[in-house]
């Protein structure tokens, strides 16, 4: 519902086209989600790389959603609200995701558009983004990342941050405490006008992670012991300001992020012995300009990471000291033509200069530009179709041209019924460890290359007046070429290489129902995800993982929400099926599945200005062993309680 | 309920990651070979499989069917004392006593800092090398504990002894070998050979070859270095080709005077060589990678391990003292080190 005092302004907004991301907080959410006090308000990111386009698969998590993850993180929102799946260490260990059974260097990580992967190991850790930081999570699949950013084959998940153009001011704490001596606060504050505003947050967290588990593998019968050396100390800081002129938008954001963690270790190996410690601090600085020349859209952005990565490991007497640093510069213009035709030209290029004690004479770097061009055709919302080219130039070195083509029907005039189909070449350059790690990085490989053809079918149904209805499903073929792995060399150790070809196919599909009156509300989502990951070729003699699912990516996944609300109250269930994953490329051994059930309940209580909202989260309820990673054992049953408390002014 | 939940899931898991059950039998009293599995490191699928010669039958994780819980963390090395086994796990930082014929545990030695080799020095002493450790632990054998540490002043490697004296190997960025009085656990001297010391062998004249692999930044050449053990000194360097060669596993052969290593295939010296030669391996890798080495000290036959792609079962490959495949089968994951168990009625 839109509130009165902007439909002028939206009006104006839609009329220009600038509509890019509207985002109102639904009646619903505020009443038994509330984590902000009813104000209006209209939400505007002027991302113009960041639409779906024709024919491809997106999903947005929203702040909704994000609002319950405020001490999470990213690891946490992920694997309870996507479909991707995350490789966990367990508490305070390090995570890394893999969309559609691709690798984690497969995902690229974004914040605001900007890539954030390590650039030594080209990957992300999930564990080290506090969810709290970030205003909405974009999931883009397969062919849909290629205009977003270079190197998703898998994906990309972008982090946005956005403004609240309103007058005056939000402030908000929250702190929690939780199992395993878990303590954690935020503060955000937002204040200024329609014209300036400022954003501020803190985030700090400690947690012993002293949980108790069983270890079943070092005597014959299970033993009773609590992880040690596993402490976890996070600091975040992250500032905004955003200044706004007619359409223009000027924003600068700076993030960083600090993380001490003792690295917790297999059950296998005596827990005494543990002093392996790891610290991770990274500085993200980005200065963005969003704005209209004529019927121009266009953005310049430039940006520079710092990421710091100190290993230290006392009883093998080795202290790892590693920098390295991203300078970005991106700019893109959309022009429309005629009412049905768009067009997008993405100029990027990142410069990378990397400092470590294990690259030749202790340093390395290289520069990637991109250009990508982008057509889209959308003939009054009933056909619309996309293309995309793309091409590399690595250091000096032209690579072969992606590319990506996406077609979008409209089955019905009446109902929101879609079929959408995709076809794409993605490629993936190799990380900074692959080629200049010492010893073993290859400055000969090729890139990974990927084709990608994707089937969805998007269908919401207003059943009734409280009763709506969404699924989708999804079917997609990745043919992944020169996929790159670490393989013994001939000379005592080991070295990158182009090794295997695999192919990675599956289905996504999610069902949801959503029942809402004017005092309850309730939803019900369930999804479920098959991925079927092969390895189709390998220079490897006798190699046995041909044509078997690669390891730790498990072949079905399914997730359960059910939401409830009345007034002020709210709860909710969630579940989660994960099967088994293989930790063996022959498929000799596996993990077994298991199931993980949350719930949490709560309540909001507004008083004019000032909102408080109590709640209690339980944790794998029903105190199951598992395992995401062979001997890393998790958690059993936690608590967390959490208070939020919020002014406007 | 609970407790309900705690068994199945740990019988579950149990299930799980144990597909092949071999159970043992009498064939661990016939004449074989062990092959450790180093597994991979921080994976705990570190395992134990032994090649029977008698029925020509490879029995995978034989540890765990008989102790019910896996053996470790890269497990690196063994030894045999009369009736004990002793299986160095290195990751772990332990070792696993068990019964020679039946492989019962018997203890688990534990504090140990990366512990990679095992030497037994008499009936009651053996000595670990350390990875990470600049001492080398003693091992009462009477009631399995450390008894005490020798400060070699550099992390180790190989062990070989001859009489009363051990020589032990320094290790990552190391070039020396020390030589311990095995009699007061003393270090008595040190011989300079080249780079990183990887193994060492004694040949029938009692001449220690060291094979120093040039480090792994391939900065030197690797050396093949003959040490007189009456003198300790370096009777003769063979220096190998190119820094690009990279030879490791060094082994000998039963009559003391054919030594074979590693390098791109397996390749063989006679002791009496002058030079190390850049011909053709005796036994090309035709697409395996040849990860450890072994040779039957009675029939001659060599013995390989292929580890893959170090992510599943690995190969034991058996050649006869021709170079001919003999047999190959399969082990677990990332087979490594190979020890020899034959009675006296083998040949």
Not at chain 1, 120 to 138: K, T
Not at chain 2, 324 to 334: A, Q
Request: some cysteine; proline content about 3%.
């Amino acid at each position: 519902m839109v509130k009165p005092a902007n439909r002028s302004l939206l009006r104006k907004i839609g009329q220009t086209g600038l509509i890019l991301l509207i985002c109102l907080p639904l009646s619903g959410q505020d009443s038994f989600f509330q984590d902000t006090v009813k104000i209006n308000e209209v939400i505007i990111s002027g991302k113009k790389a960041n639409e779906v386009l024709a024919g491809y698969k997106k999903v947005r998590i929203d702040t909704a959603i994000l609002s319950r993850y405020y001490h999470e993180s990213l690891e946490d929102l992920l694997v309870e609200n996507s479909g991707i799946f995350v490789k966990s260490y367990g508490l305070g260990g390090s995570a890394t995701p893999s969309f559609r059974g691709t690798g984690a260097s497969h995902t690229q990580l974004q914040w605001n558009n900007i890539n954030i992967n390590n650039p030594m190991l080209g990957q992300a850790d999930l564990s080290l983004v506090p969810a709290g930081l970030i205003d909405r999570v974009d999931i883009s699949y397969g062919g849909s990342s290629l205009s977003e950013g270079t190197g998703g084959i898998g994906g990309i998940i972008n982090l946005e941050n956005k403004p609240v153009w309103r007058n005056g001011a939000i402030v908000s704490f929250s702190p929690l405490i939780g199992s395993f001596g878990h303590y954690s606060g935020q503060i955000k504050a937002r204040a200024g006008s329609l014209n300036f505003q400022s954003s501020t947050r803190v985030y700090m967290s400690y947690s012993e992670n002293d949980f108790e588990y069983y270890n079943d593998v070092t005597s014959a019968e299970p033993v009773k012991e609590v992880m040690e050396n596993n402490e976890t100390i996070m600091r975040g800081l992250m500032q905004e300001f955003y200044y706004r002129k007619s359409k223009d938008v000027l924003s600068a954001r700076l993030w960083y992020q600090y993380a001490d963690r003792n690295l917790p270790s297999s059950m296998l190996i005596p827990q005494s012995s543990l002093t392996e410690k790891q610290v991770d601090e990274s500085l993200r600085a980005m200065v963005n300009y969003d704005g209209q020349f004529g019927i121009s859209e266009y953005f310049i952005t430039g940006a520079y990471t710092l990421s710091k990565l100190n290993y230290t490991n006392a009883s093998a007497s080795i202290d790892s000291h590693n920098r390295s640093e991203s300078m970005i510069m991106k700019t893109g213009m959309m022009n429309r033509i005629g009412g049905n035709i768009r067009s997008k030209l993405i100029l990027e290029n990142e410069h990378v200069l990397v400092n470590s004690e294990n690259y030749s004479e202790g340093k390395s770097g290289r520069n990637v530009l991109s250009l990508a061009a982008i057509a889209e055709v959308n003939s009054n919302g009933k056909l619309g179709a996309t293309l995309h080219v793309k091409e590399i130039l690595h250091g000096k070195t032209l690579l072969i041209p992606d590319f990506s083509t996406g077609l979008q029907f409209r089955i019905t005039n009446s109902e929101e019924h879609y079929l959408k189909a995709n076809f794409s070449r993605n490629s993936k350059l190799p990380s900074m460890n692959d080629l200049f790690w010492v010893p073993g990085g290859n400055q000969n490989l090729q890139s990974e290359s990927a084709l990608t053809y994707e089937l969805t079918y998007e269908m919401t149904h207003q059943i009734s007046l409280p009763l709506k209805a969404a699924f989708n499903v999804s079917a997609y073929h990745n043919s992944i070429n020169n996929l790159i792995q670490w393989r013994p060399g001939n000379y005592s150790y080991w070295i990158a290489d182009n090794v295997k070809n695999v192919n990675t196919s599956g289905i996504e599909s999610s069902t949801t129902f959503e029942y809402n009156t004017t005092r309850m509300e309730s939803s019900l989502k369930i999804s479920y995800i098959y991925t079927n990951a092969i390895t189709t070729g390998s220079d490897i003699h006798n190699d046995e993982s041909i044509g078997k699912q690669l390891i730790y990516i498990p072949e079905h996944q399914v997730n359960g929400l059910l939401r409830f609300g009345y007034k002020g109250w709210y709860a909710d269930w969630r579940t989660g099926y994960t099967g088994k994953r293989y930790t063996t490329s022959d498929n000799t051994s596996y993990l077994p599945g298991f199931v993980l059930n949350s719930i949490s309940s709560g309540y909001s209580l507004q008083h004019r200005s000032k909102l408080f909202n109590l709640g209690l989260t339980v944790d794998n309820l029903f105190n199951i062993t598992y395992q995401t990673i062979a001997y890393y054992p998790q958690p059993g049953r936690s608590f967390s309680l959490k208070l939020l408390i919020q002014i406007v002014k | 309920m609970k407790n309900l939940f705690l068994f199945v899931s740990v019988f579950v898991f149990l299930l799980s990651c144990t597909k092949e059950n071999d159970a043992p039998g009498t064939f661990l009293e016939g004449s074989g070979v062990f092959i450790i599995n180093e597994g991979n490191f921080m994976g705990g699928n570190g395992s134990l499989s032994f090649y029977s010669y008698d029925s020509a039958k490879i029995y995978n994780e034989i540890f765990l069917n008989v102790n019910g819980r896996p053996l470790g963390d890269v497990p690196n090395s063994m030894a045999i004392s009369g009736e004990r086994i002793y299986i160095v796990v290195n990751n772990s930082g332990k070792i696993e006593v068990v019964e020679k014929n039946t492989l019962e545990s018997v203890k688990t030695i534990t504090g140990l800092n990366s512990p990679r080799h095992i030497s037994i020095i008499s009936n009651s002493k053996a000595y670990v090398s350390s990875m990470y450790s600049d001492s080398v632990a003693v091992i009462d054998l009477s009631d399995n504990k450390i008894s005490g540490y020798i400060n070699i002043r550099h992390t180790s490697e190989a062990i070989a002894v001859l009489r009363n004296r051990a020589y032990i190997a320094n290790w990552i960025g190391g070039r020396e070998v020390m030589v311990i009085n095995t009699d007061n656990d003393k270090v008595i001297d040190s011989i300079e050979v080249a780079v990183e010391p990887e193994s060492m062998v004694i040949d029938k004249n009692k001449t220690l070859w060291v094979l120093c692999n040039g480090g792994w930044m391939r900065e030197n050449f690797a050396e093949l270095i003959a040490v007189n053990t009456s003198t300790n000194d370096v009777e003769r360097k063979l220096v190998f080709p190119t820094k690009m060669s990279s030879p490791s596993c060094l082994q000998i052969a039963g009559d003391g005077s054919t030594l074979y290593y590693l390098e791109s295939g397996v390749r063989k010296i006679k002791t009496d060589a002058m030079s190390v030669s850049a011909s053709a391996p005796f036994i090309p890798e035709a697409g395996h990678y040849f990860y450890k080495l072994a040779v039957n000290p009675v029939n001659g036959d060599i013995l390989t391990t292929d580890a893959v792609d170090y992510q599943q079962k690995g190969h034991l490959l058996v050649y006869s003292s021709t170079g001919i495949l003999k047999t190959d089968e399969r082990t677990d994951i990332i087979p490594g080190m190979m020890y020899f168990r034959l009675n006296s009625d083998f040949n």
